[in-house]
């Protein structure tokens, strides 16, 4: 078992991590967890006397009653693969009286406690990384595993949170630093900003992933490093933000393993190179990579050829009593490895590696063995006695599993899970699975169970639709009139004219007469209303324009000139802001919708009318998808109808649509879409010839300007509800 010694200066301790997985066993990584310590030994002067745990939630609390009161928490790190939590006792030991202890809670599955020297070592084994907080509440250790994968918050012996200093915003990763180890191994070491920050290490082909959840990162450190020079398999460092996390891209070359492990706010992420192994036929997946060899034989048994290849390997070799006649091959420095497949070749041989011993065979007759094993384990399957276990549905409906088990009615049973003599029984009102098969069975229908029957993340999405106006209009026009009179007479309507007198413009002189504004010179004069040019400023939004007249007449009153003005100018400005909002669940479409059915008339098919109804309505109608790196796949369709002018009887209906499919980071805004429109119209209205006057022609003319814009976005922001946020 390859193993890497990791030396954690803050703990003051040797932490032994197991590099393989296959390798690990509980007691085992107890043991060599436990180390050497490189502090001095305290004397054993408490006990550890029980264990308790219980789940909460998603969080699985454990309770560790000592014998005294400790002065402070245990030291403790966390490793990822696999996934183990290890808190030190320094001065206690164990006085429960055996060294492993079942949990099966959570995602903790059992507890091993080890006692070295004056010291004690509780190791957590669980299925996947998670974070932990621990408390001091009397002579108990109070440990809170976080099922959910976020910060774990310490729970007190009553089962409440216990105050924490807040963390405001996003936590910061303070430094990552790269290293060179003794064997040519390459470290990432990373400051978090504490202990409790979710981080998930994963391999992605030939990349090692790093997510720090709900973490930021500093503009200095958004960087790509080049470590290459440094002559460990790690060649790049990438760390960037990603949505509402950070990721780190570790790129190594050639062969390698990784091992990742925590402690307090240090994480330590180690690139291994791996030695050749010349007893392997092929060396990670880059093909032959065996010592080269040099082959000349004619006409020389099969078996010799092996027995050559097996004393220049090392390797230990057991081939077949089928496995017979000669060969003729010459062979000049090529990989052992590929001169073996060579020679299987040629023979139509096949081979099984265990370890380090080869058995080699006919493939027909390696093929009838295994097909022979097979069929023995089928027919120990159906002799193997038959088991029953209950399963607790938390999130998922239990008819859920109908279609599972096969209890659909369909009489195509190749989706069911359950052996030929399996059964089960689905319980709606206690939402429980009872199944009874074989003890495989059951074990890979708990791992079913496991994956899918998990809580639904929930998105919050609000959208905003703003529409904006801006308007202006302007309206300018003249009234204008001329007489020149001697002699007036009164009456309802005309005049006469006498002597030398001349011709006036029109009008009706009786009274004040309708110019407005004029006022009377003599009782019983006859004022004329001489408006011969009658070009007005028009209505704006039904309102008359002002006006502003004038008239001028001389001494005797026998000539007069009339003038009036009219001018109207508006300014208008309006916002309008619909914010419809919907929380729907993951990849479950959601629809909100407010507004209005207006009624009309339709003819039918015997010639009667009937009343119908028309929505002008505000909806939001979305389906939103959570994606791995955090981000949301939103496809929206959202609509604002009002009612319009009327047509014949009817209303029209004023819409407003957008339908996309767009991807948003978690708290984002995005603008959807955006409609802006401008109108800009001069009219002007005039007498012929007299108009184009420059300077006295606007005299005989009547303008209006107006001026309309209007602005419409529509914005989008979802927001991953957490559970903490859903319980407040």
């Known amino acids: 078992m390859n193993a890497l010694k990791k030396h954690d200066k803050s703990l003051g301790l040797t932490v032994l991590a197991t590099v393989k997985r296959a390798a690990w066993g509980s007691m085992a990584l107890c043991l060599s967890l436990v180390g050497s310590f490189a502090l001095a030994q305290e004397p054993a002067n408490n006990t550890i006397e029980a264990i308790v745990a219980n789940q909460q939630g998603a969080n699985v609390i454990v309770k560790v009653t000592l014998k005294k009161p400790v002065s402070k928490a245990p030291l403790g790190f966390a490793i990822t693969s696999p996934a183990r939590i290890a808190l030190d006792f320094p001065g206690v030991s164990n006085a429960t009286g055996k060294s492993a202890q079942d949990i099966n809670l959570g995602d903790v599955t059992n507890v091993n406690l080890v006692q070295a020297a004056q010291r004690s070592r509780l190791v957590f084994n669980l299925k996947r990384p998670l974070n932990y907080a621990t408390v001091i509440e009397g002579n108990m250790v109070i440990v809170t595993i976080d099922g959910s994968g976020g910060i774990a918050t310490p729970v007190g012996a009553s089962?409440?949170?216990?105050?924490?200093?807040?963390?405001?915003?996003?936590?910061?990763?303070?430094?990552?630093?790269?290293?060179?180890?003794?064997?040519?191994?390459?470290?990432?070491?990373?400051?978090?900003?504490?202990?409790?920050?979710?981080?998930?290490?994963?391999?992605?082909?030939?990349?090692?992933?790093?997510?720090?959840?709900?973490?930021?990162?500093?503009?200095?450190?958004?960087?790509?490093?080049?470590?290459?020079?440094?002559?460990?398999?790690?060649?790049?460092?990438?760390?960037?933000?990603?949505?509402?996390?950070?990721?780190?891209?570790?790129?190594?070359?050639?062969?390698?393993?990784?091992?990742?492990?925590?402690?307090?706010?240090?994480?330590?992420?180690?690139?291994?190179?791996?030695?050749?192994?010349?007893?392997?036929?092929?060396?990670?997946?880059?093909?032959?990579?065996?010592?080269?060899?040099?082959?000349?034989?004619?006409?020389?048994?099969?078996?010799?050829?092996?027995?050559?290849?097996?004393?220049?390997?090392?390797?230990?070799?057991?081939?077949?009593?089928?496995?017979?006649?000669?060969?003729?091959?010459?062979?000049?420095?090529?990989?052992?490895?590929?001169?073996?497949d060579i020679v299987m070749q040629a023979k139509g041989l096949d081979m099984r590696k265990n370890g380090s011993v080869l058995w080699i065979a006919p493939k027909d007759e390696l093929l009838t063995k295994e097909k022979l094993e097979l069929e023995q384990k089928a027919q120990i399957t159906e002799l193997e006695p038959?088991?029953?276990?209950?399963?607790?549905?938390?999130?998922?409906?239990?008819?859920?599993?109908?279609?599972?088990?096969?209890?659909?009615?369909?009489?195509?049973?190749?989706?069911?899970?359950?052996?030929?003599?399996?059964?089960?029984?689905?319980?709606?009102?206690?939402?429980?699975?009872?199944?009874?098969?074989?003890?495989?069975?059951?074990?890979?229908?708990?791992?079913?169970?496991?994956?899918?029957?998990?809580?639904?993340?929930?998105?919050?999405?609000?959208?905003?639709?703003?529409?904006?106006?801006?308007?202006?209009s302007k309206n300018l026009g003249v009234k204008l009139g001329f007489a020149d009179l001697r002699t007036m007479r009164g009456g309802d309507s005309g005049y006469s004219v006498g002597g030398n007198n001349r011709l006036a413009f029109t009008g009706n002189y009786l009274g004040v007469g309708e110019q407005t504004g004029q006022a009377k010179v003599t009782d019983g004069s006859y004022i004329p209303n001489s408006q011969s040019i009658n070009l007005p400023a028009g209505k704006i939004n039904g309102l008359d324009p002002g006006s502003l007249a004038l008239s001028l007449f001389s001494a005797a009153a026998n000539r007069f000139l009339n003038l009036e003005i009219s001018a109207l100018e508006a300014d208008g400005k309006g916002k309008i802001i619909s914010s419809p909002r919907v929380v729907t669940a993951d990849q479950q479409a959601a629809l909100i919708e407010q507004g209005e059915e207006i009624p009309y008339q339709e003819a039918t098919s015997s010639g009667a009318t009937s009343v119908s109804f028309k929505k002008a309505n505000l909806k939001l109608e979305v389906t939103p998808q959570i994606t791995p790196d955090g981000n949301i796949i939103l496809d929206v369709d959202v609509t604002k109808n009002s009612r319009g002018a009327p047509v014949g009887g009817n209303f029209a209906i004023n819409t407003k649509h957008v339908k996309t499919n767009v991807l948003v980071e978690n708290g984002g805004t995005v603008v959807l879409g955006g409609i802006y429109t401008q109108e800009d119209r001069d009219d002007v209205t005039q007498v012929p010839l007299l108009g184009d006057i420059p300077i006295v022609g606007n005299l005989f003319k009547n303008k209006s300007r107006s001026s309309e814009k209007t602005e419409l976005l529509i914005f989008i922001t979802p927001k991953i509800v957490t559970d903490r946020l859903t319980a407040r």
């Open 386 to 472: 038959l088991r029953s276990e209950s399963f607790q549905l938390n999130y998922q409906k239990a008819d859920a599993f109908k279609l599972v088990f096969g209890l659909d009615g369909a009489a195509d049973s190749k989706n069911r899970i359950l052996s030929k003599r399996g059964s089960a029984v689905i319980d709606p009102r206690t939402n429980q699975l009872f199944v009874t098969d074989i003890a495989s069975k059951l074990d890979d229908i708990r791992k079913l169970i496991q994956k899918i029957d998990i809580a639904t993340r929930q998105v919050l999405i609000e959208a905003r639709m703003v529409e904006a106006t801006d308007g202006f």
């Open 159 to 340: 089962g409440l949170p216990v105050a924490a200093p807040a963390v405001a915003g996003k936590q910061e990763i303070k430094d990552i630093d790269f290293r060179r180890g003794a064997g040519g191994e390459g470290r990432i070491i990373v400051d978090l900003p504490n202990s409790q920050i979710g981080v998930d290490v994963r391999q992605q082909g030939q990349t090692i992933v790093v997510d720090f959840l709900k973490a930021s990162l500093p503009e200095v450190l958004r960087r790509r490093m080049d470590v290459a020079d440094f002559g460990s398999p790690v060649q790049t460092i990438t760390t960037l933000p990603q949505g509402s996390n950070v990721r780190m891209t570790i790129e190594p070359k050639g062969l390698w393993e990784h091992s990742a492990y925590q402690s307090e706010s240090q994480l330590v992420i180690e690139v291994r190179p791996i030695k050749e192994d010349p007893n392997k036929l092929t060396q990670g997946t880059q093909g032959y990579r065996g010592e080269k060899l040099s082959l000349n034989f004619q006409n020389v048994e099969v078996r010799s050829v092996l027995q050559v290849i097996a004393d220049f390997t090392g390797l230990n070799i057991i081939t077949s009593d089928s496995v017979n006649g000669n060969l003729t091959l010459r062979l000049k420095d090529v990989p052992w490895d590929q001169a073996l």
